[in-house]
Antibody, heavy 120, light 107 residues
Framework: EVQLVQSGAEVKKPGESLKISCKASGYTFTSYWIAWVRQMPGKGLEWMGIIYPGDSDTRYSPSFRGQVTISADKSITTAYLQWSSLKASDTAMYYC?????????????WGQGTPVTVSS | DIQLTQSPSSLSASVGDRVTITCRASQTISNYLNWYQQKPGKAPKLLMYGASTLQSGVPSRFSGSGSGTDFTLTISSLQPEDSAFYYCQQSYSPSGTFGQGTKVEIK
């Protein structure tokens, strides 16, 4: 069974760093892309970026390039999203999602989401 | 970036009604268009990919059509459990942008 299990809720202060995770199981981790999607409170879905763990090829939305870093560790089938200096505007739910490397590049499996709250 | 515009932003319909949501792309995306359903407090769920292919396990009352820049998601007979937000997403370009979403409510 394919599963993406994300790390738990985070409460941070502005300026702090953060790394959240997405643990994959039930499929060949290195053969699918993993994307990160932001959903701010009461708002829609935003595509942030994506990584191919097989070769670490990483792409970012122009809106998020330089604001976050996406990485993956093949040895523990886990993808990460990290910030070096959080802002209040980073408060949101963050989802990871699996994308096939062929076909129509849809998101066929999603994590349960990690809520991040940034407040002083 | 390719922009996606959904309409309407929200709708209210009765059980059994036929409901149609449209998604327009700012440039041609062939049929690289996916639809997702999101219920409150839950992760999105893939409904349709390649504009018209139903994801496994999704009820057949859902259907999709379109190619190029104009796409539709249709629910042939609205059910109470279909109350949710619906999002289109293009996967033609590397940044897979989403539409702004459509809220479907049951009257």
């Amino acid at each position: 069974e394919v599963q993406l299990v994300q790390s738990g809720a985070e409460v941070k202060k502005p300026g702090e760093s953060l790394k959240i995770s997405c643990k994959a199981s039930g499929y060949t981790f290195t053969s699918y892309w993993i994307a990160w999607v932001r959903q701010m409170p009461g708002k829609g879905l935003e595509w942030m970026g994506i990584i191919y763990p097989g070769d670490s090829d990483t792409r970012y939305s122009p809106s998020f390039r330089g604001q976050v870093t996406i990485s993956a560790d093949k040895s523990i089938t886990t993808a990460y999203l990290q910030w070096s200096s959080l802002k209040a505007s980073d408060t949101a739910m963050y989802y990871c999602a699996r994308q096939p490397s062929t076909g129509y590049y849809n998101f066929d499996y999603w994590g349960q989401g990690t809520p991040v709250t940034v407040s002083s | 970036d390719i922009q996606l515009t959904q309409s309407p932003s929200s709708l209210s319909a009765s059980v059994g009604d036929r409901v149609t949501i449209t998604c327009r792309a700012s440039q041609t995306i062939s049929n690289y268009l996916n639809w997702y359903q999101q219920k409150p407090g839950k992760a999105p769920k893939l409904l349709m990919y390649g504009a018209s292919t139903l994801q496994s396990g999704v009820p057949s009352r859902f259907s999709g059509s379109g190619s190029g820049t104009d796409f539709t998601l249709t629910i042939s007979s609205l059910q109470p459990e279909d109350s949710a937000f619906y999002y289109c997403q293009q996967s033609y370009s590397p940044s897979g942008t989403f539409g702004q979403g459509t809220k479907v409510e049951i009257k």
